[in-house]
């Protein structure tokens, strides 16, 4: 049985890193775990986090995968060195990549961090972009409104604009030339938040980068797939599934189309 990558994120946003990478990575099998029955995480206590992330994974083992990717910024920041210790395969976050897409992006140095209370709160980008490039500097803002919206399928309504032009103005006019979107649900509003900021300001998400680590490690490893079978990726949400499943496909057409998908409720809560 061919094994998989698997993702975890507090409900629909690590669907932007798996988009990623089910289209660097076509062959690699995708177990996925939207944590939607308490999202979101951002605005809980980090050892509320920590064990919710410490469940999901001892969930996500028995299926013996080969890498575990914590597609949650809140996760990352507060339970991956947790999760690595626990754990004997890789395990990959998404904080580390985004900061280095910034640093590749940004030209006056000045950085815009955009996230949940607890990622903000954390100041685990700072850190991470600090420790690449010391004399960079951070502007960092919570948007707890965000990452809840997008979890009610929202993100292509008439309101998404307002709703990100509310959260983002205490950025707008801050001397950035590039934007953090520091979880990964916010990928699903760009659009919006592209058109509040404006074009001079390069938005970078993780996702990209993210898959980049995940393929360089696999295959240092020497664990990339070799199969030539369709690999048949797993999709499992602890909450109501239908507006979770709607947006799976919608944001995933064009990499599970015509593809075998498997879908499941779990009972780990």
């Known amino acids: 049985m061919q094994q998989a990558i698997a993702v975890l994120d507090s409900g629909v946003g690590g669907l932007t890193v798996v988009k990623e990478v089910m289209r660097q990575l076509p062959h690699e099998k995708v177990i996925y775990f939207g944590d939607t029955a308490r999202s979101p995480y951002g605005p809980r206590a980090a050892s509320e986090v920590r ?15 080969k890498m575990i990717v914590i597609a949650c910024n809140t996760a990352t920041a507060v339970a991956i060195e947790d999760i690595r210790a626990r754990v004997s395969i890789p395990v990959v976050g998404v ?23 607890g990622t903000i709160r954390s ?18 803002e ?25 959260s983002l103005s205490p950025l707008r ?17 760009t659009e919006s938040i592209s058109q509040v900021m404006g074009p001079e300001v390069a938005l970078i998400s993780s996702a990209e980068e993210t898959a980049r680590d995940i393929s360089t490690i696999l ?15 797993q ?35």
Request: charged share 15%.
């Open 219 to 233: 295959q240092q490893r020497g664990l990339l797939s070799n199969s030539s079978e369709m690999p048949v990726h």
């Open 95 to 117: 904080i580390s990549p985004g900061a280095r897409a910034a640093i590749k992006s940004t030209r006056s140095g000045m950085i815009g961090v955009i996230g949940t209370d």
């Open 51 to 65: 064990h919710f992330t410490r469940q999901i994974v001892d969930y996500l083992l028995q299926f013996n995968p």
């Open 142 to 166: 919570a948007c707890p409104l965000l990452a809840p919206f997008v979890e009610r399928g929202l993100f292509s309504s008439e309101s998404a604009y307002d709703v990100v032009e509310q």
């Open 235 to 269: 999709f499992f949400c602890s909450g109501e599934p239908v507006v979770f499943k709607q947006i799976a496909l919608s944001w995933l057409k064009d990499q599970i189309a015509l593809k075998p998908v498997v879908w499941q409720i779990p009972s780990i809560i």
């Open 123 to 140: 100041q685990a980008y700072e850190t991470a972009l600090k420790m690449i490039s010391p004399d960079i500097r951070v502007y960092s």
């Open 173 to 189: 006019g801050k001397p950035i030339d590039c934007l953090i979107l520091g979880c990964t649900h916010y990928p699903f509003l």
